[in-house]
Every structure is written in structure tokens, then in C-alpha cells.
């Protein structure tokens, strides 16, 4: 019982101190309980917090021991600036903005954006401070709005929660057509790199012509 009043040991799960010491984790937990009070485990979150640092490179990120071994359950919520209900896709997509889940032991909390997708159980993730991780699937978080909700696309700029902001414009099909068929006798790569080429030539028809 002296282990969970030392202010060292005291940081530590109770996955771990019992590992340790060879007792099972229940026990721990009854003990921390009748120790600290029911609110033990918040407190060893908040301590363990801002107690243990990992160095990545150049990067510092704290290490949370706490939740070691615990599930994180993914529910569906309400994004108050979309007033849309969310829920987890089954996959995320490149360009997929994703979070790193509570209990991960080095990058808990990060975002980033999907760059790759190497295999099925993994994805490479470029982080907020510009660096890459190939991060396994069951440590992120991704959200898509719910199929349940039929939010119409308008013309314009629309926000897509998880891949951000996009420009969608309505076309006839013969227009989109033509489009593609130029794109593919100039070689363009993408819709936008044409539709650039195409802004591009109207601009310099315009120009005065020197005489």
C-alpha cells in the first residue's frame, strides 16, 4: 500500500505497478481506490500527463502510462459547427484527417492528414508539426458524416468534415465531356491543372497584341 502514496510509483497504472510486483491488477485498483479515493484515476491521468516526455527526433511528446491496456470506445457524436451527426468510417482515405487516440503511449492526441496507405492494417499520417509516422489503424480516429444524413452539396465552396474545404461547380454533361477530351490532347494530369491551362490561354488572347 506504500507503493501508491509514493509520489513516484504513485504516476504509474495499475496494469503496470501490478505487472511489476507480481499481484493482480484488480487488487491495485481496490487498493488505489480505498487509498485516493474514486477519482484515483483522474488524477494519475492528469500527474501522468505532464510527467512523462518521449523525444521523437526533435520532437517532445508526452507519454501517457495511464491508460495502457484500456479500449477507447469510438461512439458517434454531434459536430456543434455542422449540426451533423458523425460516425467512424471503416477505412479512411488518402487526404483523411485523422487523430491519434487517447491511450496511445507516445503521440496520444496528434492530428495529422493520411498520405499513404501501404497496406490494409496501416497508414502513413503527416502530422500538424510536419512530420511522418506509419501509424496502425486501431490507434487513429476518423469521422465521416453519418450515412443517415443527406446534406445537398451546393455550388461553391463546401466543407467536408475530415477532408476540409473543396470548390464544386454544376457543368452539363457535353461540357464536362469536352473538358476531359481537352485534358487527355494536352496531357493535363488533373481537372484543375486544364481548367488552369484553358483560364491561362483566355488571359493571354486578351492581352493587347504589340503592332
Not at 470506445?73 to 487516440?101: M, N
Not at 501509424?135 to 458524416?145: G, K, N, R, S, Y
Request: hydrophobic letters at 35%; aromatic letters at 6%.
Amino acid at each position: 500500500m506504500r507503493l501508491l502514496e509514493d509520489e513516484q510509483w504513485s504516476q504509474w497504472s495499475n496494469r503496470e505497478i501490478a505487472r511489476i510486483v507480481a499481484v493482480d491488477e484488480k487488487m491495485v485498483r481496490k487498493l488505489r481506490q480505498a487509498i485516493c479515493g474514486k477519482t484515483a484515476d483522474t488524477k494519475l491521468n492528469n500527474q501522468t500527463s505532464s510527467a512523462s516526455k518521449v523525444q521523437r527526433g526533435k520532437n517532445i511528446y508526452s507519454m501517457n502510462t495511464a491508460n495502457i491496456g484500456e479500449k477507447v470506445t469510438r461512439s458517434p457524436f454531434i459536430d456543434s459547427d455542422e449540426s451533423e451527426i458523425f460516425e467512424p468510417k471503416s477505412a479512411p482515405g488518402i487526404g483523411q484527417k485523422v487523430t491519434v487516440i487517447a491511450n496511445h503511449l507516445i503521440l496520444s492526441g496528434q492530428k495529422g492528414r493520411v498520405t499513404a496507405l501501404p497496406n490494409r492494417n496501416s497508414a502513413l499520417v503527416e502530422f500538424e508539426n510536419g512530420q511522418r509516422e506509419l501509424m496502425q489503424l486501431q490507434d487513429l480516429d476518423w469521422w465521416a458524416p453519418s450515412a443517415t444524413q443527406n446534406k445537398t452539396i451546393q455550388e461553391g465552396i463546401n466543407y467536408r468534415p475530415g477532408l476540409g474545404s473543396e470548390w464544386y461547380v454544376k457543368v452539363e454533361q457535353s461540357t464536362w465531356e469536352r473538358l476531359i477530351e481537352y485534358q487527355k490532347s494536352v496531357g493535363c494530369l488533373t481537372t484543375d491543372a486544364v481548367i488552369n491551362r484553358l483560364l491561362n490561354e483566355v488571359k493571354n488572347s486578351l492581352k493587347p497584341k504589340n503592332i
